[in-house]
């Protein structure tokens, strides 16, 4: 069972990323997939999620307009497109794997069976 994230990295303010969950070893298209982020010395905080069969999303409001996730399961693989990005948006960035539907408001790490590494995204001024 694995998640990998990918596409981190340091971008200017304004700049765009896309970061990328590849999943291997469980099935995937069951699962709603959620982005976390943590700060340095902040809490880690749900910002995005995808459901499984219906692909609902949701957003924190903090990235609502600028962030938009999504999925492609024959990959087994979900998106996290960033545009407009600021020095705030600067975290390690994490999916996971969580019950089929889920929103911004039910996300909690708990509900997640499986995670990725993390992915480091720099925003500078």
């Known amino acids: 069972v694995q998640l990998q994230a990918s596409g981190g990295g340091s971008v200017q303010t304004g700049g765009s990323l896309r970061l990328s969950c590849a999943a291997s070893?469980?099935?995937?298209?069951?699962?709603?997939i959620g982005w976390f982020r943590q700060a340095p010395g902040k809490e880690r905080e749900g910002i995005s999620c995808i459901n499984s069969i219906d692909h609902k999303t949701d957003y924190a409001e903090s990235v609502k307009g600028r962030f938009t996730v999504s999925r492609d399961d024959a990959k087994k693989t979900a998106y996290l497109q960033m545009n407009s990005l600021k020095p705030e948006d600067t975290a390690v960035y994490y999916c996971?794997?969580?019950?089929?539907?889920?929103?911004?408001?039910?996300?909690?790490?708990?509900?997640?069976?499986?995670w990725g590494q993390g992915t480091q995204v720099t925003v500078s001024s």
């Open positions: 070893g469980f099935p995937f298209d069951y699962y709603a």
């Open positions: 996971a794997a969580g019950p089929p539907f889920l929103t911004i408001a039910t996300m909690r790490d708990s509900f997640f069976n499986h």
